[in-house]
């Protein structure tokens, strides 16, 4: 797929533009009280900066695309019958990582994606704290923008042993560890948030399992940039994950790839 020009560089200096309003509460000498943390309703943390990422992404998709509908992890309330109609969205986590940004790790990123007919066409992860910014358009190419230009990336294919596994620094389970304990000789590395995509993209590494619930936001600018890469985002059945197609925003388990080829050492 091709990407208008025009608008990939819209949304690319709209992500840098979140990362800066990030970055003023994370930067803060009041960092507890700007943060203003408290819960949401499924008890995952909120807070002031995520708001603030939202608001300035969705008043400037609202700019960059007028009339198209703009699905944010801080405006999740529209009912499904509503959204079967959309075949053309943007799909938005404001904050991915909130937990990381907590914990002041750094590992937090701004993810904004665009979904045709439900897939992940044109995805854009920026990380606040570096100012590393990627994107992707699966057909298209997938980049590391840098002072220099557009660095170009490959997964790494074939994967070579050991395997280079990504796993959750907040989200190991038990499912998990069973996986990584029926792979082939490998390494595991901790990586927050959806800078694992951006690092199976990149060629540092092959896999990310994720058992248990995400949402359609975690994954979808990833996905995109993967898939641009030469990788995958697969469900246990081996199909490439779609977007808004179900009741709930909730996605199923899956295995980020780097090499498609991979599936076949996977258990089950």
């Keep these: 797929m091709r990407m208008d020009e025009a608008l990939r560089e819209g949304v690319i200096a709209l992500a840098h533009r979140a990362a800066a309003r990030i ?82 790790n750094g590992e937090f990123t701004v993810n904004i994606a665009l979904v045709e007919a439900g897939v992940a066409v044109f995805g854009v992860i920026q990380q606040p704290v570096t100012g590393a910014l990627w994107y ?4 298209g190419g997938a980049f590391r923008r840098t002072e220099g230009g557009d660095l170009a990336l490959r997964t790494r294919v074939p994967a070579a042993r050991p ?17 990584l304990d029926a792979l082939p000789a ?8 959806s800078l694992k995509f951006c690092r199976i993209a990149e060629g540092e590494i092959d896999l990310y399992p994720r058992f248990g619930p995400t949402s359609e936001w975690d994954t979808a600018a990833g996905q995109a940039i993967l898939e641009a890469a030469g990788g995958a ?28 080829a991979l599936r076949a050492v996977l258990p089950g």
């Design 136 to 139: 992707g358009v699966p057909g």
């Design 186 to 193: 490998h390494e595991t590395l901790a990586c927050g948030s």
């Design 233 to 260: 985002v697969l469900d246990p059945r081996g199909r490439p994950f779609r977007y808004n197609q179900r009741e709930g925003l909730l996605n199923g388990d899956f295995v980020a790839l780097g090499d498609p």
């Design 23 to 104: 970055l003023a509460v994370y930067d803060s000498a009041a960092f507890e009280d700007e943060a203003a943390i408290r819960q949401k309703d499924d008890r995952s943390p909120l807070t002031a900066a995520d708001l603030a990422s939202h608001r300035c992404i969705v008043d400037g998709l609202a700019e960059l695309t007028p009339g198209l509908p703009v699905l944010s992890e801080e405006s999740a309330t529209v009912e499904i019958a509503a959204r079967r109609g959309w075949q053309r969205f943007w799909l938005v986590d404001p904050l991915d990582g909130t937990r990381e940004f907590i914990k002041r």
């Design 163 to 179: 395997l280079r596994v990504a796993a959750s620094r907040s989200h190991r389970d038990a499912r998990t560890q069973a996986l």
